[in-house]
């Protein structure tokens, strides 16, 4: 894995809200980062990193159905009120994959 600097798109902001993503700063902090990317090898990817990504999103997907109807749930996974119909919205039509990111560390020496 390697740690790869880069310049900011300067109209990253804009960019961000024509996309309807429009959370890129949460309480004042930055969400979205464009100033460094990781790169990883495909040995990396297929051994280390897709078997254990794959199991933590079946998992979220199976918390989903006692979540989406817990207004205290939401709450603590810190999702906008505003959004909690949408949310419940989209799981009853299937539509589970709103947006997802899981911060995840990983040491280079396996899963």
Known sequence: MRR???????NW??????????????????YWD????YAFSL?????DIEAPTEELHAMAIDMLDGIVGS??????LDIPEP???LVARSWRARQP????RMDLAYSGRGP
């Open 34 to 37: 464009e100033s460094v990317f």
């Open 13 to 30: 902001r804009d960019r961000a809200l024509q996309a309807g993503f429009d959370f890129h700063t949460i309480d004042g902090d930055r």
């Open 83 to 85: 959004f909690w119909d």
């Open 43 to 47: 040995e990396q990817i297929e051994t």
């Open 71 to 76: 207004e205290e749930q939401l709450s603590r």
């Open 97 to 100: 994959h709103l947006y997802g």
């Open 4 to 10: 790869v600097p880069i310049a900011e798109r300067a």
